[in-house]
């Protein structure tokens, strides 16, 4: 039997050599699914569960560390990179001793390296390269990511490469870094140093934040959004943050997934970036989420922080560790998920918010004047788990439904997003599945089986022609019915006992709408800085 693992002696050690990666242990190389399997159990990285998923805990960290996220000032993408809260500066000489040190720490040991693409397009299509040091983050990268076709010998070299070690901690006195925890991208070099934490998100997200640097770049606007297609050819656009709905409502079986996160919107289409999904599983419901459902009892799949009992049976109710536990896997796991990755462009768009006031409509027409407004806007709420120290949640606004992953200003987004709408006439809704009948801990979440109906009617054209209402706190365009929902339910002020601190929940959202949106007014059309509330 032929090994993939490499020595200093084999053709794997001289291309580490390229990244500065010198005498390590054992390099493996591309290893399959059933070949990182051995290695993670040999390892005990994890535990097989019974019907073959693997399960694993990511420790401390169960969510990303966005504080602890930076990008390298440097020239070429100094004057481009939106600087701020988001993207946080490291310098030049921070990240090449923080580097170095790294590349110290991995000497000696073990290695897996998977090389793969990230964008389903082949003229965007770029070539990357995942180096880890445990077996199991490397079948993420190789759930993640799109799996080359061509003999690995045949393969290009990386455009971007992902080192990954948990295992190395940053000392922030002296490396610049805010913890030991550090995600560090280097636009210049074109390297992902990621260290401090066992997340495997944070491999994904970091490539996401290169490819939103690129694309745009490219007149391709990149974004945080699933997106599913009919069979006649039409396809849909899911925009929103963790939590909100994207995977879970891409997922239709009676529609072709595209893809569950992350997406390019070029002059011909939609087309995923990714090969797989990462999915949230807590509490996930069969019924409800079949498909997904059925990914947590398959061969391949990695479960992070699921619970698992001592014969091997997970638990996707028990939240023991964090309420964000997850599911990788291929995309290949959705039986009605597209083979190409790709599809037209959208007939629909909607923007997804987790309303924790209570007061958002479950859905609204939006004009193309208010579609810029709220993508600017990204109103939602974070989610327990989905970041450190977030235990419930929490009211918010992240630019563009993902500004954590946005390297370039948001109007560069906003823009190409106004372009592609107004060239391609796509109607664009706003749906809240979050809360109503009153705010986080008194209302209730807004059942699944109205939002898919929602959805649903708004896919097959029947909200097209509905009769509206116009919303008199946010001005937006309310359908009076949908069918198999009440009409209750789409009046968001009828279903709170109290309608006086319904009225007074939505002044303080528009209040928070308004204060937010003052950033983007200077760069905006006065038509969209007007486009929000107006209660």
Known sequence: MTSTATTARDIGQPALESHGIVNSGRVHWNLSTPRLYEEAIKRREGRLAHLGPFVVRTGHHTGRSPQDRFLVDEPSSSDKVWWGEVNRPISQEHYESLRSQMLAYLQGRDLYVQDCYVGADERYRMPIRAITESAWHNLFAHNMFIRPNEDPSARPEPEFTVIQAPGFHAHPESDGTRSEVFIVLNFGEKTVLIGGTEYAGEIKKSIFTVMNFILPQRNVLSMHCSANMGHDGDVAIFFGLSGTGKTTLSADPNRLLIGDDEHGWSDDGVFNLEGGCYAKVIRLNPEAEPEIYETTRRFGTVLENVMIDAQGRIDLNDASLTENTRAAYPISHIPNATDTGMGGHPTNIIMLTADAFGVLPPVARLTPQQAMYHFLSGYTAKVAGTERGVTEPVATFSTCFGAPFMALSPIVYARLLGEKIQQHGSDVWLVNTGWTGGPYGEGERMKIAHTRAMITATLDGTLRDVPTRIDPVFGLAIPESCPNVPNEV???????????????????????????????????PQEIAEAGPIG
């Open 490 to 524: 789409l009046d968001p002020r009828s279903t709170w006992a109290d309608p006086a601190r319904y009225d007074a929940q939505a002044t303080k959202l528009a209040g928070m709408f308004r204060e937010n949106f003052q950033q983007f007014v200077a760069e905006v």
